[in-house]
């Protein structure tokens, strides 16, 4: 089973890379977390301090801090190797969004020297600040991260879901809309196109003609265009065709159909020219914060990087109360317990919240604009075991999804392998993009991701069950399991990343881009990608040294000493 669901994901194009790209990107995202979760930790604590004027509060955010630093330095180098990795391994997606949704990526530039100067100024200036100066320090430390963060996410959302894109489900029907030409995308097209097309001819394989209007000054058409014919005119564009030799020739108006000057033209600038309008038409500024999934993805990104952080801490001040560091010195042992039960109580806050709120806004989205993915992520499959029929659990996952019991979850058997593919060129776009299902693989990350999340939102529990039900201090073998807790959450993290990433194949942009196309044209040979990818590894494994000796030891030696 576990091989036949690892050949199926094998199956899309330049896998060695994908898991490259996967590996690389989940190291940067197990140490981002902390320079998103750490700093909003240590700011709550701070204003704590403020309020109380106990010096635990002080030190419990000085720490915080120090911790947040380590692994931002860290962070950036990390973030840089995969940037640059993205940047050789996958060069036309890196283009498609420098010259359509540049903006987040611009104002990123601006959130990291944000980050680097509050920072700096947080650490060195920590004993010179005032109280009240130095918490707005903090403050925008962290604002730094986190407008860092959102740049991001937004164009990973408009990755996952672009914005104008209509769905090819109906959950009330439980009908794919596959046969009227969806998943359909926004378009805004020039008149000076409109002109040489035959518009009769389009509108009979799914494009609807919604309106004219003027951009900048300049006339066009606001039209749904099939996702089929976008993603392969994306793959000529690419790829140099010109007009004789794409699928535009086929729809030509006649009168165009041997005009030289037309037939030259490059799909590129045609293209070019049709998205560059619909960003203008749409935004160039917030086109991609117009993604559909944007709002839950950013929430659910926080909400994870809290929650990571949360446990994480929690885990190190349990550590300290298993080793009684600091026994006998009562100020020590009073700070050590204040800052287990703070954490404790934002991990239990912020797992619940993530779960509750941020995961089934999510899930939502995922569930109307990417049906095939939540279709494969339920398992709505005879050919694999699935949690939802093995357990009868599809109405309460169509409430959940979709607010009704009796909507249908999309069944991923009902998708076709070529839904797609264009069908001027289906022989030619299913050998290059081998198939366009989901895998199926996700549905059982997805569930394991889920389960391991209910057992460590469990122990979040047990731990608040003695602390507060039995007012008394939480056994040791409770105590033992915080690091493990710790462990599991992260890998509940990664996990969620890999739905997110493995779930959106065959689509680098859903609907419009592909992975062939977004690939490099020079692969690089399988052992220069293990070497990368141990690099990664090793610059992981050389953070988690780190913050053991810079930031463990120097508070144990403490504790012995006090």
């Given at each position: 089973m576990a091989?036949?669901?690892?050949?199926?994901?094998?199956?899309?194009?330049?896998?060695?890379?994908r898991l490259l790209s996967f590996i690389g990107i989940a190291v940067h995202w197990s140490i981002l977390q902390y320079v998103l979760g750490l700093p909003f930790l240590a700011f709550i604590a701070y204003l704590i301090y403020l309020k109380t004027g106990a010096e635990k509060w002080r030190k419990l955010s000085r720490t915080l801090v120090k911790g947040f630093i380590i692994v931002f330095a860290v962070g950036a180098a990390t973030g840089t190797?995969?940037?640059?990795?993205?940047?050789?391994?996958?060069?036309?997606?890196?283009?498609?969004?420098?010259?359509?949704?540049?903006?987040?990526?611009?104002?990123?530039?601006?959130?990291?020297?944000?980050?680097?100067?509050?920072?700096?100024?947080?650490?060195?200036?920590?004993?010179?600040?005032?109280?009240?100066?130095?918490?707005?320090?903090?403050?925008?430390?962290?604002?730094?991260?986190?407008?860092?963060?959102?740049?991001?996410?937004?164009?990973?959302?408009?990755?996952?879901?672009?914005?104008?894109?209509?769905?090819?489900?109906?959950?009330?029907?439980?009908?794919?809309?596959?046969?009227?030409?969806?998943?359909?995308?926004?378009?805004?097209?020039?008149?000076?196109?409109?002109?040489?097309?035959?518009?009769?001819?389009?509108?009979?394989?799914?494009?609807?003609?919604?309106?004219?209007?003027?951009?900048?000054?300049?006339?066009?058409?606001?039209?749904?265009?099939p996702v089929t014919i976008v993603q392969r005119l994306a793959y000529e564009s690419w790829h140099g065709y010109?007009?004789?030799?794409?699928?535009?020739?086929?729809?030509?108006?006649?009168?165009?159909?041997?005009?030289?000057?037309?037939?030259?033209?490059?799909?590129?600038?045609?293209?070019?020219?049709?998205?560059?309008?619909?960003?203008k038409y749409v935004g160039v500024m917030s086109v991609a914060f117009k993604s559909p999934v944007y709002r839950a993805?950013?929430?659910?990104?926080?909400?994870?990087?809290?929650?990571?952080?949360?446990?994480?801490?929690?885990?190190?001040?349990?550590?300290?109360?298993?080793?009684?560091?600091?026994?006998?010195?009562?100020?020590?042992?009073?700070?050590?317990?204040?800052a287990f039960r703070y954490a404790a109580a934002m991990a239990l806050i912020f797992i619940a919240i993530q779960g509750l709120v941020f995961g089934h806004m999510m899930g939502r989205d995922i569930a109307t604009y990417n049906p095939e993915k939540f279709a494969a992520m339920e398992g709505q499959t005879n050919y694999a075991f699935s949690i939802d029929k093995t357990f009868h659990l599809d109405k309460l996952m169509a409430?959940?999804?979709?607010?009704?019991?009796?909507?249908?979850?999309?069944?991923?058997?009902?998708?076709?392998?070529?839904?797609?593919?264009?069908?001027?060129?289906?022989?030619?776009?299913?050998?290059?993009?081998?198939?366009?299902?989901p895998p199926i693989i996700i549905h059982y990350i997805y569930y394991t991701k889920i389960s391991l999340a209910i057992l460590v939102g469990l122990y979040a529990l047990l731990i608040h069950y003695y602390l507060i039900i039995r007012k008394k201090d939480v056994p040791a073998w409770a105590l033992k399991l915080a690091l493990p807790a710790a462990v599991v959450i992260m890998m509940v993290s990664w996990m969620g990343?890999?739905?997110?990433?493995?779930?959106?194949?065959?689509?680098?942009?859903?609907?419009?881009?592909?992975?062939?196309?977004?690939?490099?044209?020079?692969?690089?040979?399988?052992?220069?990608?293990?070497?990368?990818?141990?690099?990664?590894?090793a610059v992981l494994l050389a953070l988690a040294y780190s913050v053991w000796k810079f930031l463990y030891l120097p508070g144990k030696q403490v504790a012995v000493e006090g």
């Open positions: 091989a036949s669901l690892v050949a199926h994901w094998s199956q899309y194009p330049a896998a060695h890379d190797a995969s940037e640059f990795g993205l940047v050789l391994l996958w060069p036309n997606l890196t283009q498609a969004a420098g010259r359509y949704i540049y903006f987040p990526l611009y104002a990123e530039v601006f959130a990291f020297m944000m980050e680097v100067v509050f920072i700096y100024m947080l650490w060195y200036g920590w004993n010179k600040f005032g109280k009240k100066a130095l918490a707005i320090v903090m403050l925008f430390a962290l604002i730094g991260p986190w407008f860092s963060a959102a740049m991001i996410v937004s164009v990973n959302s408009y990755m996952v879901a672009p914005t104008g894109i209509e769905p090819a489900y109906n959950p009330q029907t439980g009908q794919w809309l596959y046969n009227e030409h969806y998943p359909k995308l926004m378009l805004v097209v020039p008149m000076k196109y409109v002109q040489l097309l035959n518009v009769s001819l389009l509108q009979s394989v799914g494009m609807q003609v919604v309106k004219p209007v003027t951009v900048n000054g300049e006339k066009a058409v606001v039209v749904y265009m010109t007009v004789k030799d794409s699928i535009l020739h086929v729809v030509l108006k006649p009168e165009y159909q041997n005009n030289t000057a037309v037939l030259n033209t490059p799909v590129m600038k045609i293209v070019d020219d049709i998205l560059t309008t619909t960003i993805s950013i929430l659910h990104v926080m909400g994870s990087a809290i929650t990571v952080s949360s446990f994480t801490v929690m885990a190190a001040y349990a550590m300290r109360k298993l080793k009684k560091h600091g026994k006998g010195n009562k100020e020590y042992e009073e700070y050590v317990e204040t409430f959940i999804a979709y607010g009704s019991t009796s909507a249908k979850l999309p069944n991923y058997d009902a998708i076709p392998n070529d839904y797609c593919a264009c069908k001027l060129t289906e022989q030619q776009d299913m050998a290059r993009i081998g198939t366009c299902k990343w890999a739905v997110r990433e493995i779930g959106r194949k065959p689509w680098t942009i859903y609907g419009i881009m592909t992975p062939d196309v977004a690939h490099t044209f020079n692969p690089a040979p399988t052992w220069a990608v293990a070497a990368v990818a141990l690099f990664f590894i």
